[in-house]
């Protein structure tokens, strides 16, 4: 499953005292089981971007190619593409709305017109993925749960589509930090184990350095910089223009850099880094 | 889809009509309604048009935005004027299977909807050129005198802004709701009416949920700050008449006049 991205152009209330223009000539590749983050700042046009992908927006102008197929012509199925791409929103438990949690997951398998059997296998399969007990929760009112379990309850709503690609606007948005890194590391597994294409939005550099490999960063409408992760990040003096600037962690190497302490410039995981600086401090640490 | 609907928004531009006082404006709305039920015949709109024409010109509101505040009426204009060609009662001048068109039919017809389009022009002439706030202080100021026979004017005024204040903020919302639902297959524009009912379901729970949600941290965020009603406040900006009005008033005069002049000498 990959997306190609051609000149595309997205303008807002066209013709309208409000008009903007909130994409400009976007080119953009996402090859199949990559993890890709999509960062940038309030505004900047992820938001936009991503709902394009599966054809919720059209856009004023360019093409969107999914798996080969040009969504943006009039005659393709969105619906056959809304099953492929899975499109998780911000703040997603403000869309709950079935009596119990496991309706609530049936949702989205039942509207693909799966039968009984295969929506239990489904609703079963993403409740597993986010953590969510199945026998204690699937018939509890999904507005019964606390955040956390709501946010992993809408979640799973758009898992149990089993799409090919996974897209998440701000997964993380409003979590403690408990339940920022529960979902976290649920997406990463699951990235890992079934191979799916991820796109995760963010305006946090931390969560986008632990897990992606691929970063897209967006400013003002159009694709800023773009690249492996520990290439984006020696852009440290533009990112920072742009209002993102690096993980804390790294402003730590810089400094040490700069005093002419020697760590490897590809090194920015977090345990890395650490077992860099111990190994530098030398000694029983290391 | 849902971003075209523009009855009831304003827009923002700096023209003679926004600068109009409220209040004015708001007394010269009710004077054009109340003028065009007083026409009873074609010509009778010259007037009319001429003088909505140029208020739309000095407004600055350009005339396909207000042509597209017209589309979500369509259907009732639609209703309308077929309710009018098939039910009125005359010379028949064209039939097919039950339904017969007649003259005065067509006549009726063509008449109520020029009506209903001016209808509605005129008055969102109105809140397209006076934002939300300017439209309830002026309502509020003029309902001040009923106070005395205990009308809750300021509570009125408040519940009106606030409604203004979240219609775009709900219509958002609904647009953000009805994505996230398509986004899980949902289908909201196929099948039967029953259907179709149904398929609103998972769109109109989560909306109500968010909206007592916003009107509870309102609610909340005003008591903070000791909110409680209309006694003593004061305002940021004070309603005054300006010269701006007295030519507003003159051009005004002129108009009902010639409405009159029309009725009585043509």
């Known amino acids: 499953m990959s997306i190609s991205i051609k000149n595309l152009t997205y303008i807002y209330d066209q013709g309208s005292p409000f008009e903007t223009m909130a994409l400009e000539d976007v080119n953009l590749e996402i090859e199949k089981g990559e993890f890709v983050g999509l960062i940038g700042h309030t505004g900047s046009g992820k938001s936009t971007l991503i709902q394009h992908m599966n054809g919720l927006i059209k856009p004023t102008m360019g093409q969107i190619i999914v798996n080969g197929f040009n969504i943006t012509e009039d005659k393709v199925k969105l619906s056959e593409i809304r099953k492929k791409v899975g499109l998780v929103f911000q703040y997603p438990e403000y869309q709950l709305f079935e009596e119990t949690v496991y309706k609530d997951i049936a949702f989205g398998p039942t509207n693909l017109g799966l039968d009984k059997e295969e929506i239990d296998i489904r609703v079963r399969n993403a409740m597993d993925i986010v953590s969510l007990d199945f026998e204690e929760y699937k018939e509890k009112s999904p507005f019964e749960l606390s955040g956390g379990q709501k946010r992993r309850a809408a979640i799973a709503g758009v898992l149990a589509m089993e799409p090919e690609v996974l897209i998440l606007d701000e997964p993380t948005a409003g979590l403690d930090p408990r339940g920022r890194d529960e979902i976290l590391s649920q997406i990463k597994r699951l990235h890992d184990e079934k191979k799916i294409t ?16 691929r970063i897209i960063v967006m400013h003002n409408g159009k694709i800023e910089l773009t690249g492996p992760k520990e290439e984006v990040f020696k852009h440290s003096k533009r990112l920072e223009e742009i209002g993102l600037g690096l993980p804390q962690i790294l402003y730590l190497v810089n400094a040490l850099r700069a005093k002419g302490i020697p760590i490897d410039e590809n090194v920015i995981a977090f345990d890395a880094i650490k077992s860099e600086i111990l190994k530098l401090v030398g000694g029983k640490h290391a | 889809m849902l971003r075209d609907i523009t009855i009831g928004q304003y827009y923002p531009a700096d023209s003679f009509i926004h600068h109009l006082d409220a209040r004015f404006k708001i007394i010269v709305s009710f004077l054009f309604i109340i003028s065009l039920f007083m026409i009873n015949d074609f010509y009778q709109y010259i007037p009319v048009v001429i003088f909505v024409m140029l208020i739309v010109k000095i407004s600055k509101v350009p005339f396909k935005y207000i042509l597209k505040g017209l589309k979500p009426i369509m259907l009732i204009l639609i209703f309308a004027f077929g309710i009018n060609i098939f039910l009125t009662e005359g010379e028949v001048i064209f039939s097919f299977w039950i339904l017969d068109i007649t003259k005065e039919g067509l006549y009726q017809a063509f008449f109520m909807m020029m009506r209903l ?66 986004a899980r297959g949902a289908d909201f524009e196929s099948g039967n009416i029953f259907k179709r009912a149904k398929s609103l379901i998972p769109l109109l729970v989560p909306l109500f949920i968010s909206a007592f949600r916003r009107a509870d941290e309102l609610a909340m965020a005003m008591e903070a700050r000791c909110y409680r009603g209309g006694e003593n406040r004061t305002r940021l900006k004070t309603l005054r008449y300006t010269k701006k009005d007295i030519i507003g008033l003159i051009f005004i005069g002129l108009y009902i006049a010639s409405i009159i002049g029309v009725k009585i000498y043509l």
Do not use: C, W, Y
């Not at chain 1, 991820?198 to 490999?213: C, F, G, N, R, W």
């Not at chain 2, 209808?119 to 202080?137: A, E, F, H, K």
């Not at chain 2, 204040?165 to 996230?180: C, G, H, Q, S």
């Open chain 1, 198 to 213: 991820v796109i995760l939005v963010s305006h946090s550099m931390e969560d986008i350095a632990k897990l992606v490999d």
């Open chain 2, 117 to 182: 389009i001016f209808l509605i022009t005129g008055t969102s002439l109105l809140t397209l050129t006076t934002s939300p706030i300017m439209l309830t202080d002026g309502l509020e100021n003029l309902l001040n005198p009923f106070k005395k026979i205990g009308l809750p004017a300021h509570e009125l005024a408040m519940m009106m802004t606030i409604a203004l204040r979240f219609i775009p903020t709900l219509l958002k919302e609904t647009d953000k709701i009805m994505k996230a639902q398509m």
